[in-house]
C-alpha cells in the first residue's frame, strides 16, 4: 500500500514525530510504499538541523534523515507553516535576507499542495497529531 | 475508489484563537480548491466558534482570519457542515454561525447557503465515504 504520512507537532514535546517515524520505519519493512512525508503546523521544527538532544536520547531530525536516505523518502516541509516558524533552507533564507538558515538538507521546502497532492497520490494519507 | 477525483474532509474540531489549528487547516482547505477534488468541510466541537458571527480579536491582538471563511463559497468549497450536538452542548444555534453562503452556476448563480446542519450520527456515515480525512 502506498501512504502519505502527515505529522503537525514538533520534535521531543510530543511523540506523533516518534509514531509516525516508527511507523514509517515498520511499513517500509513489510514492502510497503511511503510516497511522501509532510511536515506542517509545529512539525515543520522535526526539520531543524540544529538541534542537540541529550546523548542518551534519540535525535529524531537525524532519525529521519537517516531512514530518507535509505529509502529515498520525499520529506516535504509546508513553507508558509515553516516562514512563521523561522525555519528556513539557504534558498529561502537569500530570497528573505536572513543571515542563517536551519533546514535539514535531507528535508526539502515547498507549498501545501504537496499535501494535498499526496492525498491523491496516496492510498492511504495518516495524519499523526492531536 | 472512483478514478481521478477524491473525496477530501476536512475537520475542525478546535477554538479558533487557542491554537494556530484553525488557521493553518483553512490554509489547506484554500489551497486544496485548486486540485478539482471534492471538498468538505465539519466544525464540530469548540471548531464551530471559527465559524461563529461577529468574531472581535482587537483585545488580544491576534489576526482575525474569519473573514476568510467567506471566501470558500467563491473557491467553489460549498459543503460545510455544522455538527448540531456541538452547537447544542455549547448553547448555539444556527443563528450565531456565519452566513456563508455560495453561488449555484446550476441555478442561474442563485446565492444559496454553504451551511449544513449535521447529527454526530450522519456525520459518522458521511465521514465513512471519505478518501481523505485531516482533521485537527
Redesign the interface.
Known amino acids: 500500500m502506498k501512504f502519505t504520512l ?1 505529522i ?1 507537532e514538533g520534535p521531543y514535546q510530543h511523540q506523533a514525530s516518534d509514531t509516525a517515524y516508527q511507523f514509517a520505519k515498520a511499513a517500509l519493512e513489510k514492502g510497503h510504499e511511503i510516497y511522501r512525508v509532510f511536515f ?3 512539525g515543520v521544527n522535526n526539520a531543524t538541523r540544529l538541534a542537540i538532544p541529550p546523548q542518551d536520547d534519540r535525535n529524531i531530525t537525524e532519525n529521519w534523515a537517516t531512514l530518507a536516505k535509505e529509502h529515498e523518502l520525499d520529506m516535504v516541509v509546508c513553507i ?2 515553516a516562514q512563521r516558524r523561522g525555519m528556513l533552507d539557504a534558498d529561502e533564507a537569500g530570497r528573505q535576507g536572513k543571515d542563517a538558515d536551519n533546514i535539514h538538507p535531507a528535508f526539502r521546502i515547498s ?3 504537496q ?3 499526496g ?2 497520490q496516496a492510498d492511504r ?1 495518516l ?1 499523526f ?2 | 475508489m472512483s478514478e481521478g477525483i ?1 473525496k ?1 474532509m476536512f475537520v475542525n474540531t478546535k477554538a479558533p484563537y487557542g491554537t ?2 484553525a488557521l ?1 487547516s483553512l ?2 482547505v484554500l ?2 480548491a ?2 478539482d ?1 471534492s471538498v468538505s468541510l465539519v466544525f464540530c466541537d469548540d471548531g464551530i466558534f471559527q465559524i461563529a458571527n461577529n468574531q472581535n480579536t482587537e483585545a488580544s491582538g491576534m489576526k482575525n482570519f474569519s473573514p476568510a471563511y467567506k471566501a470558500l463559497g467563491d473557491y467553489d468549497i460549498n459543503k460545510i457542515y455544522v455538527e448540531t450536538e456541538s452547537l447544542e452542548e455549547r448553547g448555539l444555534t444556527l443563528d450565531n454561525i456565519m452566513a456563508l453562503t455560495y453561488e449555484d452556476e446550476d441555478d442561474d448563480w442563485a446565492e444559496k447557503s454553504s451551511i449544513i446542519p449535521i447529527t454526530r450520527a450522519e456525520l459518522a456515515d458521511l465521514m465513512d465515504e471519505q ?2 480525512v ?3
Do not use: C, P, R
Request: charged share 20%; hydrophobic share 45%.
Open positions: 502527515l503537525n506542517y503546523n509545529d508558509a507553516a507549498g501545501l499542495g499535501l494535498v497532492e492525498g491523491i494519507l495524519t497529531g492531536d | 477524491k477530501f494556530v489549528y493553518e490554509e489547506v489551497i486544496s485548486a486540485f477534488q478518501d481523505v485531516i482533521s485537527s
